[in-house]
């Protein structure tokens, strides 16, 4: 593919480019092979749903048996050095305290779902878990844990339609000076006039995702968060 790509481009005027991509699906057995010359991920787009393809991760899967818990499991996961540890929907107290547990872990992030109807109501509801489930008997104590643990909250609305989308994009930040102990900072919220960008990340954020980055996605992060700041700045301006 690389050379099929090198010999097409080398037909093309400067500054001008070809990527060849080859796909092989298997219906019958629901298989996609594919290979890229260039340097984009494929996407594919199925149900009205963008999927980006990752041809060079491993993807592990667990699943809870009669024979097997959920603790056994993600005691299991544990030891496979992932990078990325996604669980289902969090809608029981056990899997809830999984997830402060995963994100204790070495891994570089952890995603999950639940339907709390505010980011309170969610820190809330992981906090009872940890009480419930993990033997806390502070509440300051587990509330602290769960604040460390989710640190953003990508919060979905569904219209009359049936339609989803997101309505706001918020992060949790450890606040000492709070009765709570944390703030929740609107990042980007949708309104009447479509998404507005209302703060930016802050540096300790920042930081700590630029320890996970290669050097060429950390100038595209530091672009990202260079044009957060200005849209929240030129926003707030204009309100006042």
Do not use: W
Not at 4 to 9: E, G, S
Not at 105 to 131: D, V
């Amino acid at each position: 593919m690389i050379e099929l790509n090198d010999k097409i481009y080398s037909d093309t005027d400067d500054g001008r480019f070809i990527t060849v991509n080859c796909c092989l699906l298997d219906k019958r057995n629901s298989l996609l092979e594919f290979g890229r010359a260039g340097h984009t991920e494929l996407i594919t787009f199925v149900h009205n749903h963008l999927r980006v393809i990752y041809p060079d991760r491993n993807i592990l899967t667990f699943r809870e048996t009669a024979s097997i818990t959920g603790q056994e499991a993600l005691d299991l996961q544990k030891k496979t050095d992932g990078v990325v540890n996604i669980l289902g929907e969090v809608a029981s107290m056990p899997v809830a305290s999984f997830v402060v547990q995963l994100s204790q872990m070495g891994t570089k992030m952890t995603m999950f779902t639940n339907h709390a109807n505010s980011t309170e109501k969610m820190i809330q509801y992981f906090r009872n878990a940890l009480l419930a489930e993990h033997g806390f008997h502070d509440e300051v104590s587990a509330r602290e844990q769960v604040v460390d643990a989710i640190n953003f909250d990508i919060h979905m609305k569904k219209e009359k339609d049936g339609k989803r989308y997101i309505e706001r994009i918020s992060q949790i930040v450890v606040d000492s000076n709070t009765d709570k102990g944390y703030r929740v900072v609107d990042l980007i919220t949708y309104d009447e006039n479509g998404y507005q960008v209302m703060n930016g990340l802050d540096e300790t954020t920042v930081n700590k995702i630029v320890n996970h980055l290669t050097k060429d996605e950390e100038e595209k992060l530091q672009q990202f968060v260079k044009l957060l700041q200005q849209t929240a700045t030129s926003l707030r301006k204009g309100v006042n």
